[in-house]
């Protein structure tokens, strides 16, 4: 294992997003030259977006923090996947190409779904442990 790496890039769901940024710019390469300033780059924005979310949430500290950037990040998927389906919808891409896709995106999304529960999860612990009091605690 990498020493460098940062604890972000260790996560699939980063790793899946990685793979599916460089699908999505191989398919805006495609689109006509007339979307080049249009939906292709607000197509490859959003889908930059949805990685580097996870990133600056992996960099935070409080646990409320990490899930509000998990949360924009699902927000930047469902928007590619808008972008995505509107490509579809034009043409620029084959109904094949957007199932292909589409299994992707909903890969990704299981994926942030599963890391916004972890912390979910241990918010509500540490909210559990904060207000729980010794006299609370039953006797062992």
Do not use: W
């Not at 996560?11 to 080049?36: F, G, M």
């Not at 990040?73 to 094949?96: F, H």
């Amino acid at each position: 294992m990498i020493m460098d790496m940062y604890s972000f890039e260790q996560l699939d769901v980063a790793q899946q997003t990685r793979t599916l940024i460089v699908k999505v710019y191989t398919i805006t390469r495609s689109l006509p030259p007339e979307e080049r300033f249009g939906l292709a780059s607000q197509l490859q924005r959003s889908i930059v977006s949805v990685l580097s979310n996870i990133a600056e949430g992996s960099g935070r500290v409080a646990i409320k923090e990490k899930i509000h950037f998990v949360e924009i990040a699902y927000g930047s998927l469902m928007e590619a996947y808008c972008q995505v389906g509107i490509c579809k919808d034009l043409n620029y891409i084959s109904d094949e190409t957007y199932f292909y896709l589409k299994n992707d995106f909903f890969s990704v999304s299981r994926l942030l779904n599963g890391l916004r529960r972890s912390f979910q999860r241990k918010l509500n612990e540490a909210k559990q442990i904060k207000t729980t009091t010794p006299n609370d605690q039953k006797p062992s």
